[in-house]
């Protein structure tokens, strides 16, 4: 195996793929009204509160659209990290589909600190002005870093503070709780996250995503938006039965501490070459190095596939990325390879 640029790389996780194949007996209600969906729900409340509205839908980006849609207006702001999926990834699908307007924050490894979300707080009150209104943060960030505990729940008392909404971008949620060793919930609920989008493509499902909004962040249009995004699935129990069991037997946990663990077998294999550099904290399933264009030239012409992250005539940054079918052989392989490669 040599493709290492995205945990998304990777195939439907066999109890993931014995769990569709058992939803597909039958028939059963369309739309959600159904038996797998109700467990659904009930397991992702379960995590993150029993008074939780949860919708179910297919991909990472409508989770966040959609979610952000449910709680902004569109004179409203959501302030979110310079790096953020939502600022640099999604093809603007935020401004299209919320209507408000995105703020972004510089960041120091990925996170955006209080200090940060400080600087932004202008024009409150003010009819010129857009208003600020939620807080998006990824956790983990975009870079694999994890905020602490603590982190997170300065970050929510700041947004309480200032009447704002505290909104994770959870696509990778699972390896990030597995590195803080608590509970889906306790790294956001519990410590003040108002809404979040519950990842479940890069953890193994074959595209399943949930929407969680929190007592703060209920909207009343929630259904609504999910419609009027496209993405209330009519085979709903697909989509439910992915999710179903991803929360059974703490499969979240079991992908993410393997992902998380190859990760750091690549990290440790690497860290002493004296022409690799890692660039941040190896917390989660991600590693960014820096290392010569050379190297990065030979590894390609190898086969191997990864991203280059911050391009360079020199010396580039690179991003590699584990999953839950990455191996020990895998990982030593690539080290091999890296090791020997011309710089």
């Known amino acids: 195996m040599k493709v290492f640029t995205s945990d998304n790389a990777a195939g439907i996780h ?3 793929l014995a769990a569709i194949t058992r939803a597909n007996q039958g028939r059963a209600v369309a739309y959600g009204d159904d038996e797998h969906t109700a467990r659904a729900t009930a397991l992702v409340r379960a995590q993150f509160g029993v008074e939780a ?15 952000l849609a449910c709680v902004t207006a569109p004179y409203e702001a959501i302030l979110c990290a310079e790096t953020a999926h939502l600022a640099v990834d999604e093809c603007a699908a935020p401004e299209r589909f919320v209507g408000g307007k995105l703020v972004t924050l510089p960041v120091v490894h ?60 959870g696509a990778r949620l699972a390896n990030a709780a597995a590195h803080l060793g608590v509970s889906l919930g306790a790294a956001t609920t519990a410590v003040g996250v108002d809404l979040l989008s519950f990842g479940g493509t890069k953890s193994g499902l074959l595209g399943a995503e949930a929407v969680v909004l ?8 929630a259904r609504f938006h999910r419609k009027q995004g496209m ?6 129990r697909f989509l439910a039965a992915q999710i179903e069991a991803l929360l059974t037997d703490e499969l979240w946990l079991r992908v993410a501490r393997h992902a998380n663990a190859m990760a750091r077998r690549l990290a440790d294999g690497v860290h002493a070459l004296p022409h690799v550099e890692l660039v941040h904290p190896v917390e989660t399933n ?17 086969g191997y596939r990864f991203l280059v992250w911050e391009p360079d005539p020199a010396r580039p940054v690179v991003r590699w990325m584990t999953a839950f079918d990455t191996t020990d052989d895998d990982v030593d392989g690539f080290v091999a390879a890296i090791t020997a490669a011309p710089r």
């Open 286 to 302: 991600a590693v960014f190095a820096r290392l010569p264009a050379r190297t990065v030239a030979a590894l390609h012409d190898d």
């Open 110 to 169: 990925g996170k955006v600190t209080p200090a940060a979300v400080r600087g932004a707080l202008r024009g409150v009150g003010v009819v010129h002005a857009v208003q600020p209104r939620v807080l998006s943060i990824a956790q983990p960030t975009e870079v694999g870093t994890v905020y602490t505990l603590a982190e997170l729940g300065a970050l929510a008392a700041l947004c309480r503070e200032h009447d704002l909404l505290l909104h994770v971008d």
């Open 214 to 221: 929190g007592e703060r962040a209920h909207a009343r249009g």
């Open 231 to 236: 993405h209330l699935a009519s085979k709903m």
């Open 14 to 16: 066999p109890e993931v």
């Open 53 to 67: 509205e949860v919708l179910l839908v297919w991909g990472g980006t409508a989770a966040n659209v959609i979610g």
